[in-house]
């Protein structure tokens, strides 16, 4: 993934949970046109469709329902919309402002219509992050067709083979390889892992944050055991010291990594998340039992060879800022500055 440049990424469900308030949405409106009524999942699979789409998915409707149901939605989404409150998910806002720093191009091709797409990235003060929104009023055929990410591509001058599409639905991938991209399914979202699965995504990830890691080109398979088995760990940890830490430590180390291409960046990665985990034997010696920890872990020995496993140890262990020796390696060098970085909020939960 080193070759990717640029990031198109799907809105609801991925970037904003409007979950609620679309489902809320459409009940009303099925309700107000006495269409026959269908299960939460069946309504959570149109998303990602255009809103005149949906009566054809849902009751093989003409398109001249689909018009007034279109209208109707948006007359009772006005009025529904400040009754809910919608967020981010986990990560995202860091993670946009991040990938953004690291010099990655970044556009939304979204099924909503562009008016309100724009009122919702401005409310979130995230508009800087893109170079261009494409809603579903702006192409002639809307996902799964390629045409978003192609009207992307060709206005920003973008590179198929140098774009990732990023987004919860069967429709969002189908819709990225249509346009020759590299794809990520996020399984947060409105699809179901069957659906997802069956669109065969190029990568997939269960957590915003991961999204970083895999498109600056760390082993997927190492993110994902990463994830699921070692970032978990950190809950049990002192305040300071939990997966808002140990995040910020990858997330600085990668941006260090910036400056030294010459280094693994599957190692690196690895350090960063092992470097804490001594904790759970106390904090005296955390540093040397954290590098055991790696030492010893089974997966991390599949994946690299005895003397990179050293490297990783003994960087883990160069790690404390109170160490008072300098770090044997550019690796123990890199994670002891990514564990220095602390933001004012850290320094108060640690003094407190």
């Given at each position: 993934?080193?070759?990717?440049?640029?990031?198109?990424?799907?809105?609801?469900?991925?970037?904003?949970?409007?979950?609620?308030?679309?489902?809320?949405?459409?009940?009303?409106?099925?309700?107000?046109?006495?269409?026959?009524?269908?299960?939460?999942?069946?309504?959570?699979?149109?998303?990602?469709?255009?809103?005149?789409?949906?009566?054809?998915?849902?009751?093989?409707?003409?398109?001249?329902?689909?018009?007034?149901?279109?209208?109707?939605?948006?007359?009772?989404?006005?009025?529904?919309?400040?009754?809910?409150q919608i967020e981010c998910f986990p990560g995202v806002i860091d993670t946009l402002k991040l990938l953004n720093a690291d010099g990655y191009r970044m556009a939304i091709a979204s099924s909503r219509?562009?008016?309100?797409?724009?009122?919702?990235?401005?409310?979130?003060?995230?508009?800087?992050?893109?170079?261009?929104?494409?809603?579903?009023?702006?192409?002639?055929?809307?996902?799964?067709?390629?045409?978003?990410?192609?009207?992307?591509?060709?206005?920003?001058?973008?590179?198929?083979?140098?774009?990732?599409?990023?987004?919860?639905?069967?429709?969002?991938?189908?819709?990225?390889?249509?346009?020759?991209?590299?794809?990520?399914?996020?399984?947060?979202?409105?699809?179901?892992?069957?659906?997802?699965?069956?669109?065969?995504?190029?990568?997939?990830?269960?957590?915003?944050?991961?999204?970083?890691?895999?498109?600056?080109?760390?082993?997927?398979?190492?993110?994902?055991?990463?994830?699921?088995?070692?970032?978990?760990?950190?809950?049990?940890?002192?305040?300071?010291?939990?997966?808002?830490?140990?995040?910020?430590?990858?997330?600085?180390?990668?941006?260090?990594?910036?400056?030294?291409?010459?280094?693994?960046?599957?190692?690196?990665?690895?350090?960063?998340?092992?470097?804490?985990?001594?904790?759970?034997?106390?904090?005296?010696?955390?540093?040397?039992?954290?590098?055991?920890?790696?030492?010893?872990d089974s997966f991390i020995r599949t994946y690299f060879t005895e003397q990179q496993i050293d490297i990783m140890k003994e960087a883990v262990e160069d790690h404390r800022a109170s160490g008072k020796t300098k770090p044997r390696s550019l690796y123990g060098m890199v994670v002891a500055d990514a564990d220095?970085?602390?933001?004012?909020?850290?320094?108060?939960?640690?003094?407190?």
């Amino acid at each position: 993934m080193d070759n990717i440049r640029n990031i198109v990424f799907d809105f609801d469900g991925t970037l904003m949970d409007t979950a609620p308030l679309i489902l809320g949405t459409m009940k009303a409106t099925i309700e107000k046109l006495g269409l026959e009524p269908h299960t939460d999942e069946e309504y959570r699979a149109t998303i990602g469709l255009r809103l005149e789409e949906i009566p054809a998915a849902l009751w093989q409707a003409t398109p001249e329902v689909g018009k007034l149901y279109a209208a109707t939605y948006r007359r009772i989404f006005n009025e529904l919309k400040q009754s809910f409150q919608i967020e981010c998910f986990p990560g995202v806002i860091d993670t946009l402002k991040l990938l953004n720093a690291d010099g990655y191009r970044m556009a939304i091709a979204s099924s909503r219509n562009r008016k309100s797409l724009q009122e919702y990235v401005d409310s979130f003060d995230i508009s800087d992050c893109f170079t261009m929104l494409v809603g579903g009023d702006d192409v002639f055929q809307g996902k799964p067709a390629p045409d978003p990410v192609l009207k992307i591509l060709g206005s920003c001058g973008w590179k198929a083979t140098e774009t990732i599409t990023v987004g919860d639905a069967s429709v969002d991938i189908l819709m990225g390889r249509a346009a020759g991209t590299a794809t990520c399914a996020v399984t947060y979202g409105n699809g179901t892992m069957e659906e997802l699965l069956s669109s065969e995504p190029t990568f997939m990830t269960d957590t915003f944050n991961a999204l970083r890691p895999i498109v600056r080109g760390v082993n997927p398979e190492i993110v994902k055991y990463v994830e699921h088995s070692i970032i978990p760990r950190y809950d049990d940890f002192d305040k300071a010291h939990r997966r808002d830490h140990v995040r910020m430590v990858i997330d600085q180390s990668l941006c260090l990594l910036r400056r030294l291409p010459e280094l693994n960046i599957d190692m690196a990665y690895c350090i960063a998340t092992f470097h804490d985990l001594g904790l759970v034997d106390g904090r005296e010696k955390h540093h040397i039992a954290s590098g055991k920890i790696l030492e010893s872990d089974s997966f991390i020995r599949t994946y690299f060879t005895e003397q990179q496993i050293d490297i990783m140890k003994e960087a883990v262990e160069d790690h404390r800022a109170s160490g008072k020796t300098k770090p044997r390696s550019l690796y123990g060098m890199v994670v002891a500055d990514a564990d220095r970085f602390i933001e004012a909020e850290t320094i108060i939960r640690r003094t407190i």
